[in-house]
C-alpha cells in the first residue's frame, strides 16, 4: 500500500527557480526520506528526517515535516537542468525499523 | 565503493522460461532490499533481508517468486516461471541502517 504521497506529479519550472514537492503519509513514521531518480538509473538517498525534527538543510535542498499534519515538503532552490529527476518521499512506519514504503513520485523537469 | 551492483541490466525472456536476477550489496551492509518498479504500482518491496536471514517476505507477489541470500556479499531473486505480467524493474537496495542504496536496477521483459 502506498504511504506517502507526493504533490505534484508533474512540475515544470525554469533553470534558476525554486521547486517545491509536498508528501502526505497516513500513520506514524519514524523517519520521513527523500530520493531522487534520474532516467534509467536507481533511486539516490537525498535527506532524511526524523519525526522529532522539523526542518532539515543539505545544500540546495530544504526539507520540512509537520507531523500534525503528516506531511512534508521539499524544496530546490536555483534549481538546474541536471535536477531534472523523479523525486520520491518514503517513510518508515512508526512499528518497524526497516519498511520504506514509497509514493509514487514527482516528475521534475528544469528546463535550461 | 562500487555501489550496489546488479546483473543483468535487461533481460527479455518468454512466457514460462525461469529468470535469475542477482545482486552484490555494499560491502558491510547489513540489510538488503529487493523492490519492483511499475508505472501502476510505483515501488514494491518484495523481500527484506537482515544478516543475510529473510525477515519480511510478504510482498513477494506469489510462489513463483523466490529470493536467496546465500551471504553477505550476494544475493538472487528468481522468478519460476516467469509472465508478461512481471515485466517491470526489478531493484536491489542495501543499507547500513537509514538510508537506502539502491542499484541501477534489471529490466525485465517477459514476452
Known amino acids: 500500500s502506498q504511504q506517502g504521497e507526493e504533490d505534484p506529479q508533474a512540475l515544470s519550472i525554469q533553470e534558476g527557480e525554486n521547486a517545491t514537492m509536498n508528501c502526505s503519509y497516513k500513520?506514524?513514521?519514524?523517519?520521513l526520506q527523500w530520493y531522487r531518480q534520474n532516467s534509467g538509473r536507481g533511486l539516490v538517498h537525498l535527506i532524511l528526517?526524523?519525526?522529532?525534527?522539523r526542518e532539515k538543510h543539505s545544500g540546495r535542498l530544504r526539507v520540512t515535516l509537520d507531523t500534525s499534519k503528516k506531511s512534508s515538503s521539499l524544496l530546490i532552490t536555483a534549481s538546474r537542468a541536471a535536477d531534472t529527476a523523479s523525486y520520491f518521499c518514503?517513510?518508515?512506519?512508526?512499528?518497524?525499523?526497516?519498511?520504506?514504503?514509497f509514493g509514487k513520485g514527482t516528475l521534475l523537469t528544469v528546463n535550461p | 565503493d562500487a555501489g550496489v551492483i546488479q546483473s543483468p541490466r535487461h533481460e527479455v525472456t518468454e512466457m514460462g522460461q525461469e529468470v535469475t536476477l542477482r545482486c552484490k550489496p555494499i560491502s558491510g551492509h547489513n540489510s538488503l532490499f529487493w523492490y519492483r518498479q511499475t508505472m501502476m504500482r510505483g515501488l514494491e518491496l518484495l523481500i527484506y533481508f537482515n544478516n543475510n536471514v529473510p525477515i519480511d517476505d510478504s510482498g513477494m507477489p506469489e510462489d513463483r517468486f523466490s529470493a536467496k541470500m546465500p551471504n553477505a556479499s550476494f544475493s538472487t531473486l528468481k522468478i519460476q516461471p516467469s509472465e508478461p505480467r512481471d515485466s517491470a524493474v526489478y531493484f536491489c537496495?542495501?543499507?547500513?541502517?537509514?538510508?537506502?542504496?539502491f542499484g541501477n536496477g534489471t529490466r525485465l521483459t517477459v514476452t
Open positions: 500513520t506514524s513514521i519514524n523517519n
Open positions: 528526517i526524523r519525526s522529532n525534527e
Open positions: 518514503a517513510t518508515v512506519e512508526g512499528g518497524s525499523n526497516y519498511k520504506l514504503t
Open positions: 537496495a542495501s543499507s547500513f541502517g537509514g538510508a537506502l542504496h
